[in-house]
T-cell receptor, first 114, second 115 residues
């Protein structure tokens, strides 16, 4: 079974600074996807960034980037130039390629302070 | 192109009543997934359906919970004889193909409160 662990229940960062959210996962699979989702107070699940395990290059989306360490089974999210609108719960998720069962971590509550 | 539509957004039921949550997938999507989110927790997979078929219900409680995705109309998650522990946000997601794009598109969720 795949498990996803987010060891930081809460984090805070000053506006305009950089913050890194940690995620580790456990799997015996070689082909899979990893995701970071953002859940603001509206509770909508918003995809922030996605990484295919077969790609060595780290995914980036504007101010969001990941540090994907496949051997270490680590998938951290870096948010640069933090904005107040980044305040939300952030969930790391794993999905085996070809399957439907997306597994989520428990989440990290990020607060961006002015 | 409308996103995944869920209704109702909020539902209040008394213990013992039935709750029905509806989900219309994105246009062109034929795969629907239901997840449950308890307070302060991540989303937990419940069930995966295609039109008229349940593909995987390994995450769904064996009793009181059922799901369907008929040929016409939305997918429905049905909870019979609700208890307080059923209070949660229920999210629906859809995808065009099984796992091929590696992405699910989520609705805004339905929040069930059991009094």
């Amino acid at each position: 079974a795949q498990t996803v662990t987010q060891s930081q229940p809460e984090m805070s960062v000053q506006e305009a600074e950089t913050v890194t959210l940690s995620c580790t996962y456990d799997t015996s699979e070689s082909n899979y996807y990893l995701f970071w989702y953002k859940q603001p107070p509206s509770r909508q699940m918003i995809l922030v960034i996605r990484q295919e395990a077969y790609k060595q290059q780290n995914a980036t989306e504007n101010r969001f980037s990941v540090n994907f360490q496949k051997a270490a089974k680590s998938f951290s999210l870096k948010i640069s130039d933090s904005q107040l609108g980044d305040t939300a719960m952030y969930f790391c998720a794993f999905m085996k390629q070809g399957l439907n069962d997306m597994r989520f971590g428990a989440g990290t509550r990020l607060t961006v302070k002015p | 192109n409308a996103g995944v539509m869920q209704n109702p957004r909020h539902l209040v039921r008394r213990r013992g009543q039935e709750a029905r949550l509806r989900c219309s997938p994105m246009k062109g999507h034929s795969h629907v997934y239901w997840y449950r989110q308890l307070p302060e927790e991540g989303l937990k997979f419940m069930v995966y359906l295609q039109k008229e078929n349940i593909i995987d219900e390994s995450g769904m409680p064996k009793e009181r919970f059922s799901a369907e995705f008929p040929k016409e109309g939305p997918s429905i998650l049905r909870i019979q004889q609700v208890v307080r522990g059923d209070s949660a946000a229920y999210f629906c997601a859809s995808s065009p193909e099984q796992g091929d794009t590696g992405e699910l598109f989520f609705g805004e969720g339905s929040r069930l409160t059991v009094l």
